[in-house]
């Protein structure tokens, strides 16, 4: 797939995930083979004034890897302001949000709630794209549209590019449904159908596992798929997708030692790049994360929110994949023979 002047070289996005798609995150997919990964999204307002905060969530990727920021706002100078910013600690895409289904976000009239004003979208995507150099291609993020009477995704998609942007990403809900019901793999379509064969677009919404990447290029012929909250402790869904898009066998899910590897390659990613008191919360979500799936995960899930510290936190994370080991060669199974899919086993069996 090409975005402008950028090559990405597997169908397969990850999304922007608020309080996920940090860099350990995006580094541990980077490192399992996603094409691009694009930041959490961020308050145009808020880096143009200097938030510490949200300039501390505005991260480049290890090791010169592409990547991109996306930010949110419904006013041109704010916009156009966090987009230079972007680029100034080399983002390769700037991704604007018209999708958020959040309420706090559609209060301030940004997010989705930019599908009811497409002109006010179309000036946002303008002053965006003039704001950045040619090479910096900008996308939107958007949904099937408002609610189930105002789903003007095709027309939305189409005067979004009509006003510059050369990506766009369709979640197939709607704002009303949130992350309710199914995705709608018709909307995605029919905007493939409707934008230019020259602008890609990505399909977005329950994709969890191969099968699902296979049905949303089948359905939708887009050009890619984003894949946000089933990507959560299941970076081999990237390796994965990359190798039968590339014509390779499915490599399949992890054994225990890939989980146990990843795992610690994540947590110590995160103590490595991250500081402050919220470093003990995201290690905790990681150590869940990795647990999906597995007997006693979700017992380990409710011990790992009583630990003091960080060190009591890996410490319990260690012990838990021990005790899989454990189970395991007592059970007299081969580490190949035991792959599990992660979120499809029984969890507190027994």
């Given at each position: 797939?090409?975005?402008?002047?950028?090559?990405?070289?597997?169908?397969?996005?990850?999304?922007?995930?608020?309080?996920?798609?940090?860099?350990?995150?995006?580094?541990?997919?980077?490192?399992?083979?996603?094409?691009?990964?694009?930041?959490?999204?961020?308050?145009?307002?808020?880096?143009?004034?200097?938030?510490?905060?949200?300039?501390?969530?505005?991260?480049?990727?290890?090791?010169?890897?592409?990547?991109?920021?996306?930010?949110?706002?419904?006013?041109?100078?704010?916009?156009?302001?966090?987009?230079?910013?972007?680029?100034?600690?080399?983002?390769?895409?700037?991704?604007i949000n018209m999708g958020c289904p959040a309420k706090r976000v559609v209060a301030g009239e940004c997010g989705s709630a930019l599908m009811r004003e497409p002109e006010v979208a179309q000036a946002l995507?303008?002053?965006?794209?003039?704001?950045?150099?040619?090479?910096?291609?900008?996308?939107?993020?958007?949904?099937?549209?408002?609610?189930?009477?105002?789903?003007?995704?095709?027309?939305?998609?189409?005067?979004?590019?009509?006003?510059?942007?050369?990506?766009?990403?369709?979640?197939?809900?709607?704002?009303?449904?949130?992350?309710?019901?199914?995705?709608?793999?018709?909307?995605?379509?029919?905007?493939?159908?409707?934008?230019?064969?020259?602008?890609?677009?990505?399909?977005?919404?329950?994709?969890?596992?191969?099968?699902?990447?296979?049905?949303?290029?089948?359905?939708?012929?887009?050009?890619?798929?984003?894949?946000?909250?089933?990507?959560?402790?299941?970076?081999?869904?990237?390796?994965?997708?990359?190798?039968?898009?590339?014509?390779?066998?499915?490599?399949?899910?992890?054994?225990?030692?890939?989980?146990?590897?990843?795992?610690?390659?994540?947590?110590?990613?995160?103590?490595?790049?991250?500081?402050?008191?919220?470093?003990?919360?995201?290690?905790?979500?990681?150590?869940?994360?990795?647990?999906?799936?597995?007997?006693?995960?979700?017992?380990?899930?409710?011990?790992?929110?009583?630990?003091?510290?960080?060190?009591?936190?890996?410490?319990?994370?260690?012990?838990?994949?021990?005790?899989?080991?454990?189970?395991?060669?007592?059970?007299?199974?081969?580490?190949?023979?035991?792959?599990?899919?992660?979120?499809?086993?029984?969890?507190?069996?027994?």
């Amino acid at each position: 797939m090409r975005v402008g002047p950028i090559e990405v070289d597997t169908p397969v996005v990850l999304a922007p995930m608020a309080a996920v798609t940090d860099l350990p995150f995006r580094t541990v997919a980077e490192e399992h083979g996603v094409g691009l990964t694009v930041t959490e999204f961020l308050s145009a307002h808020a880096l143009m004034v200097g938030d510490k905060k949200a300039q501390g969530k505005m991260t480049a990727s290890l090791g010169g890897r592409r990547f991109g920021v996306q930010i949110f706002g419904r006013e041109c100078e704010p916009m156009a302001k966090a987009a230079q910013l972007a680029v100034a600690i080399g983002a390769s895409l700037v991704d604007i949000n018209m999708g958020c289904p959040a309420k706090r976000v559609v209060a301030g009239e940004c997010g989705s709630a930019l599908m009811r004003e497409p002109e006010v979208a179309q000036a946002l995507v303008r002053a965006v794209v003039d704001a950045v150099p040619a090479e910096v291609p900008v996308s939107v993020k958007h949904r099937a549209g408002w609610d189930a009477t105002h789903r003007n995704a095709p027309e939305f998609a189409c005067a979004m590019v009509e006003a510059g942007a050369r990506m766009i990403t369709v979640h197939g809900r709607t704002r009303s449904q949130g992350f309710s019901g199914q995705a709608d793999l018709a909307i995605i379509a029919a905007v493939r159908a409707a934008v230019p064969t020259a602008i890609p677009v990505v399909g977005n919404g329950d994709v969890v596992d191969v099968a699902g990447f296979a049905r949303m290029r089948e359905a939708t012929g887009c050009d890619a798929v984003m894949i946000g909250r089933g990507a959560m402790g299941n970076p081999w869904l990237f390796a994965r997708i990359r190798a039968v898009a590339a014509g390779r066998p499915d490599p399949g899910p992890p054994t225990l030692e890939e989980r146990q590897a990843v795992f610690r390659r994540h947590v110590g990613l995160i103590l490595e790049l991250k500081h402050g008191p919220r470093v003990l919360h995201e290690v905790r979500k990681a150590c869940a994360w990795y647990a999906r799936g597995l007997h006693g995960g979700s017992r380990l899930r409710t011990a790992l929110w009583g630990t003091a510290d960080v060190d009591a936190t890996v410490a319990l994370a260690e012990a838990f994949f021990a005790e899989q080991l454990a189970r395991r060669a007592a059970r007299g199974v081969a580490a190949d023979a035991d792959r599990v899919e992660l979120g499809t086993a029984v969890e507190d069996a027994a």
